[in-house]
């Protein structure tokens, strides 16, 4: 039976050509794009796993190979039969429950067709005692056997970090019932969020683990936390960063200008003479630090900028400036 083929390059953008990191940031920006769960516009769930079996082929190096061995000369849509010998080889399957990827095609209705062409239908069974973050399904998450510790990939915004907040998260587990059958189960958690929390830290659940056989008491779960992009600040540890943009006039004169915080807009005031470039540090507006320690700062990074059209007048003030003026910067 012939299939259609699909390109999982241009599924997820990117070259035939690209790395192992570059394939990582390309599913990562588009699973955070169409998860379901954020993305409510139609269509946004089939591109989601359409996005989650390209990041399994080609994130895998032997499933990659293998996939690539079919050449480059294939278009996506086309009709295509998979060449003897490839059906149903014995390849792990890291998008399932325990594998630690984030995608669960159980949840999303199985892989392609395509897909069990090349690489066998193995993958439709899970195991229990494992969860998948429905938040934040990009991220790599770990799953060690029942009875034991779990970790979870979450994403909060940077204002969650300043502010601290609660959040509502909701994971998924697969495990057994009294008979034994594997039933899909839905738990939702309100996580608190303590402000200054930083990329990286661990939040821990006590008991909400992996359940342990025969009773035994669960593992706890711990939630990394990552911190989102945000389109002002960068987050570096515990400082922030902003951009501030200045007219030539304001940084030669000097002025008084007002910038963004994450508590409001603040004033500063630029010192005549100051350099595009220049890094103005404010102490103690970064995120918050552990009891008897300073928050950390807020950097100011001055960017000189000239307007790209100007009038007759401001054009005839520049000209008048460049003949007058004896400041030579080269």
Not at 170 to 197: C, F, H, M, W
């Amino acid at each position: 039976m012939s299939v259609k083929f699909k390109d999982y390059y241009e599924i997820l953008g990117v070259p035939r050509t690209a790395s192992a990191e570059d394939i990582k940031k390309a599913y990562r920006k588009l699973a955070r794009k169409y998860h379901p769960d954020i993305n409510k516009t139609a269509g946004s769930e089939a591109r989601f796993k359409e996005v989650g079996e390209a990041n399994e082929v080609l994130s895998d190096a032997k499933k990659r190979e293998r996939y690539d061995q079919l050449g480059a000369n294939w278009q996506a849509g086309q009709d295509f039969r998979p060449p003897p010998g490839y059906q149903n080889m014995n390849y792990e399957f890291r998008g399932a429950p325990g594998g630690g990827r984030g995608f669960n095609p159980q949840d999303m209705g199985g892989f392609s067709d395509f897909f069990e062409s090349l690489f066998g239908q193995q993958f439709a069974g899970g195991r229990p005692g494992a969860r998948s973050a429905m938040w934040e399904p990009e991220e790599e998450q770990q799953f060690p056997g029942s009875g034991g510790d779990q970790e979870v990939a979450i994403t909060v915004t940077l204002e969650e970090a300043y502010h601290g907040a609660t959040k509502s998260i909701r994971l998924q587990s697969n495990e057994p019932d009294a008979r034994g059958r594997i039933q899909t189960q839905t738990k939702t958690y309100q996580v608190k969020i303590p402000a200054g929390i930083t990329e990286g830290s661990r939040i821990r659940l006590a008991g909400q683990g992996a359940q342990g056989p025969g009773n035994r008491s669960a593992g706890d779960l711990y939630m990394q936390v990552q911190i989102a992009p945000h389109p002002t600040f960068k987050v570096n540890g515990h400082d922030l960063e902003v951009e501030l943009p200045l007219t030539p006039w304001e940084a030669a004169l000097g002025a008084k200008v007002t910038f963004p915080t994450l508590d409001g807009p603040a004033a500063l005031t630029i010192a005549p003479g100051t350099e595009s470039g220049q890094r103005l540090r404010l102490r103690g507006k970064g995120l918050r630090q552990g009891k008897g320690l300073e928050p950390g700062d807020l950097i100011v990074a001055v960017k000189i900028v000239v307007p790209k059209k100007m009038s007759a007048r401001e054009k005839e003030l520049f000209e008048e400036l460049a003949k007058v003026s004896s400041f030579k910067p080269r």
